[in-house]
């Protein structure tokens, strides 16, 4: 029998598409299903974006290219990014890639080897920890607390640093939980960081989604810009998740390296999606604004209907378009509660264990869904939980 590396041992597929497949499943066989589950913006992508990776594709900008990206959108990028985080960045230090996720593989992969540690928020985006055992790296978790709103704990931080330390993960606006991380907490970490030779990757993917505060990037603070690499993508911001384009600014020199392993699995992100870039962020961007208010109005209705739900409990999110409420007293585990509310009420969402250890006692739910699918939903939600708490 063929056996495989002992490196993909850990691997298999991810909660959110397991879950998107049995859903889609019980769909075919008739079930009513509302779909809170997968993290992507329910609106088609702005047509000023699709219109140009139209007339791209008509005017042949479809062969390789550059492995590193178009030099006119990491033009682009390195402007936009230069402006928003008040730092100086080149074309040189951006590389594109088919999405934020393969460009946190290829910067893990460029600096971790074993015996490496790397510490990361937990509940946290589920690919940090395993391709860093892919890597041959050690995953050391920061707890998020819900009692400190789902931000960092510099002191566990600092308590978990070790000389062998090798990268900090940062997501803020966080996923799962739609934690932000302050401009104080911030600045506590780069105090800790600045003489220490840890590289710190923040991943910003939802820095456009905040709705009472401010986007801050450590990237911003004094010493910080060497050592950070900052991720970010078009998928959620200009609902393009399906297009894989997503970015990373970080040192030349590891530019240089992240591009050889771009250009090593993927060659190139195609040039006429490339060139959609380029006019998402040039274009008009009142589109943009707009949904981020419907997400906040979405966001509001659901916390409204989750506080009246009997068993949970759920913060306000700050970022992102997550809800994270907890079911403690709930004593059933979250992956057995999530598949019971998609088996009996056709409610689709993620147990709080698909974004690490730390998530148990929770679930996620995205409110990237129409207004009128929300109310229903927490309809349901609501009348599974006075059923399993009366029961």
Not at 233 to 240: G, L, N, V
Request: glycine share 8%.
């Amino acid at each position: 029998m063929a056996k495989y590396a002992k490196r993909v041992e850990h691997l298999g597929p991810t909660a959110a598409f397991e879950v998107l497949s049995r859903a889609n499943e019980l769909a075919r066989q008739g079930k009513s299903i509302i779909h809170l589950e997968i993290g992507e913006p329910d609106f088609d992508t702005p047509f000023n974006i699709t219109d140009s990776a139209v007339r791209a594709l008509r005017g042949g900008h479809t062969k390789y290219t550059d492995g590193q990206g178009l030099l006119d959108l990491r033009e682009v990028i390195a402007e936009h990014v230069g402006r928003t985080r008040d730092i100086e960045v080149t074309p040189s230090q951006v590389v594109i890639c088919p999405g934020g996720s393969p460009t946190i593989f290829f910067i893990i992969l460029a600096l971790i080897e074993k015996g490496d540690e790397v510490i990361y928020p937990n509940p946290g985006f589920f690919t940090y920890e395993p391709v860093t055992i892919l890597a041959g790296g050690t995953p050391v978790p920061v707890h998020l607390w819900e009692d400190r709103e789902f931000s960092i704990d510099v002191d566990e931080i600092k308590s978990k640093i070790s000389q062998k330390t090798r990268l900090i993960i940062l997501n803020s606006p966080n996923n799962p939980t739609g934690g932000i991380i302050s401009s104080d907490e911030l600045k506590e970490l780069a105090d800790l960081l600045r003489d220490k030779d840890i590289w710190v990757l923040s991943d910003e993917v939802y820095s456009e989604m905040v709705y009472d505060d401010e986007f801050y990037s450590i990237s911003s603070l004094p010493g910080m810009k060497k050592r950070t690499i900052i991720v970010d993508s078009f998928s959620k911001t200009y609902a393009m998740t399906g297009w894989r384009i997503g970015y990373g600014v970080m040192d030349d020199k590891l530019s240089y390296k992240v591009a050889s392993l771009m250009i090593q699995c993927n060659s190139c992100v195609p040039p006429f999606i490339q060139i959609a870039g380029i006019e998402a962020l040039r274009g008009p961007q009142d589109e943009i604004k707009e949904k981020l208010e419907i997400f906040r109005r979405r966001r509001d209705l659901m916390v409204e209907g989750m506080s009246q739900i009997p068993g949970l409990n759920c913060l306000l999110p700050k970022g992102a378009f997550y809800v994270f409420p907890s079911h403690r007293d709930i004593k059933i585990s979250s992956k057995d509660l999530s598949i019971k509310l998609l088996n009996e009420t056709g409610i689709a969402c993620l147990p709080g264990t698909a974004f690490g250890k730390f998530g148990e006692g929770y679930l996620r739910f995205t409110y990237s869904n129409s207004e009128e699918n929300i109310k229903e939903a927490l309809k349901r939600i609501k009348d599974f939980f006075e059923y399993v708490v009366n029961k």
